[in-house]
């Protein structure tokens, strides 16, 4: 797997491509965008914790970089004329991780953000050189953990492994410390009053102190959802920002819809937990969950598209158009028209201390942060499915052991022949048919794992401390019951199905025949996972996306 060095090292070999030099006809056309500005040495552009920061372009003179560790700076770079500032913040709206500053006389170009985007929507070699460029320094702050923000947790925390996912996924460095190895923690814990049993513990900024976060708590705090207004009444709202709803997201807004996405963790969904997608077309080396996610993030972005973190729809209020969709902070967003896009989730092993181990030897996700908990330990992963495969494959690389317990007699049902043949090819890979898991046990982490062999009924305890739980799937459609029609495993209804499906107890379809991905209510869609006999692929729910758009125009023109 990928370590911080090996990181930074791609960092520097594209280092060109993340500090380039724009041309003087570059910078002309950046020119029209922009104000120019003098500055004295010593003169501060931009600092850690700002909002709204623009893009400078440096016309004479010298600007320099850095990012804040305490009282410290570490240099990032000194941009001289013909390079620009910034990072992928300057497209999502969200907090300085940096200071920048006139390292002597300058003169620079002020570009606001409403210009940038309309820099990097009709100019496409600009838009090329910026985003790739912003892009890259974010990669390089992540690489080098070089946020605003420290961690201080526990590996045996099962609120420590949330807090660390939910930064991670959202593209937000940060510093860990770990009280378990830290021989300097103590100190840290004094400094800010804070004691080994309130961990995790979040330092925002060096200023403000989080015990044990929420999710919501954390994207406060970090500014993630400043820019976006309340109580406009949106074109369309896109409900989850899986593969299919950013898709959406990307689609609608580029085309000049009024878009807003509500996301109750971090772009990419269950997709973004893999660890390596392999079959999504235009990718023949594979790309990471998370890289797509995060490209796909940036994209909508750029077309103008707001990103709601955080924001858990809880209840659709469908009674009256425009909608009205209730969220777990008590905000109700207009809509009219709506896209789900909530997928589905891994349906739990049915064991009686299950939430015991829930983040402390039981995962859903296989990312690098749960790979570095295994170390190099034995795991097993539960699941004939692409993802099991994909997990699977990737912690063979580092664990030294990977078990796979299936229930069927085989993958082949199940899985993408090319993950299967590389299961068969790993040597410390071991399939487990006809298997299920039986006990788990342990005091404060998981210790041991019983698995029953179904065929002959003998029962295995191996001291195994990681489970990788894949099986199954369960809709997210809850705060939906009532108001759109639901199949018996509680997926969406849209389209034809609607008609051939004798639902009951939820009010009946629109007149006439409901259009292809729309549901049981009038100007509602559905689209990936969480659709009813959808196809549970990346690519299938990326298409379902980008399709749900061309209706969402049909209907707001009627």
């Known amino acids: 797997m990928a370590t911080d060095s090996t990181q930074r090292d791609v960092m520097e ?106 820099i990097v929507q009709t100019d496409p070699e600009l838009s090329e050189i910026l985003l790739r460029a912003f892009i890259l320094r974010r990669m390089g702050l992540l690489a080098g953990h070089q946020g605003d923000v420290v961690v201080v947790g526990s590996r045996h925390s099962a609120a420590t492994l949330r807090v660390q996912e939910f930064l991670t996924r959202n593209g937000h460095p940060y510093r860990y410390v770990d009280v378990d190895v830290d021989d300097h923690v103590q100190s840290l814990l004094d400094g800010f009053h804070v004691g080994v049993g309130d961990v995790p513990v979040l330092i925002c900024r060096g200023e403000r102190v989080l015990k044990n976060p929420s999710n919501a708590e954390v994207a406060e705090c970090l500014g993630f959802n400043t820019s976006i207004e309340k109580g406009t009444l949106r ?17 609608g807004a580029s085309e000049g819809l ?34 797509l996610a995060q490209r796909a993030f940036t994209q909508a972005e750029k077309f103008g598209a707001r990103v709601a973190i955080a ?34 989730e891994y349906r739990k092993l049915d064991l009686p201390d299950l939430n015991k181990f829930e983040g402390v030897g039981v995962y859903y996700g296989a990312s690098t942060i749960e790979a570095q908990r295994c170390a190099a330990e ?7 499915g692409n993802s099991a ?17 299936v229930r069927s007699s085989g993958l082949a049902a199940s899985m993408s022949r090319y993950l299967i043949r590389r299961i068969e090819e790993t040597p410390n890979i071991t399939l487990h048919t006809k298997t299920h898991i039986a006990a788990l046990s342990g005091a404060e982490h998981l210790e041991r794992v019983t698995w029953v062999d179904d065929a002959t009924g003998a029962a295995s305890e ?42 009951a107890g939820v009010r009946s379809s629109v007149p006439g025949a409901p259009l292809h991905l729309e549901t049981s209510l009038p100007k509602v869609f559905a689209v990936g996972d969480v659709r009813s006999n959808s196809v549970k692929r990346v690519a299938s729910a990326v298409g379902e996306g980008s399709i749900c758009i061309q209706l969402v125009h049909k209907v707001l023109a009627e």
């Open 462 to 503: 191996r001291p195994i401390r990681h489970i990788f739980s894949m099986t199954g799937a369960k809709p997210n459609t809850e705060w939906l019951r009532g108001c759109v029609k639901l199949d018996a495993q509680g997926f969406i209804l849209t389209g034809a199905d609607l008609v051939s499906s004798p639902s």
């Open 378 to 384: 034995a795991v097993i992963v539960v699941g004939g």
């Open 13 to 118: 070999a594209r280092r060109a491509q993340m500090f380039p030099t724009l041309s003087e006809s570059q910078v002309a056309r950046i020119a029209r965008f922009g104000k120019e500005r003098l500055l004295s040495p010593g003169e501060l552009l931009f600092d850690e914790g700002d909002y709204a920061v623009p893009m400078h372009v440096i016309l004479d003179g010298t600007v320099e970089v850095v990012h804040l560790r305490g009282p410290l700076e570490e240099p990032i770079t000194i941009h001289g004329p013909g390079e620009f500032t910034g990072e992928s913040s300057l497209l999502t709206d969200r907090r300085s991780l940096v200071r920048g500053r006139a390292k002597s006389q300058s003169r620079v170009l002020v570009v606001e953000r409403k210009e940038l985007r309309a």
């Open 389 to 405: 495969g994909q997990a699977a494959t990737f912690l063979a690389q580092s664990s030294s052991h990977v078990h796979i317990l």
């Open 311 to 344: 924001r858990t729809a809880t209840r659709l209020h469908c009674d009256e158009i425009p909608y009205r969709i209730e969220t777990s902070d008590g905000e109700m967003i207009l809509a009219r028209t709506i896209v789900i896009a909530t997928g589905a």
């Open 235 to 251: 074109d369309v709202v896109v409900v989850g920002a899986g593969p299919a709803g950013l898709a959406a997201a990307v689609y």
């Open 258 to 291: 009024d878009v807003l996405v509500l996301e109750s963790s971090a772009p990419g969904g269950q997709a973004g937990s893999s660890s390596k997608i392999e079959n999504y077309l235009g990718f023949p080396t594979g790309i990471s969950g998370l890289a």
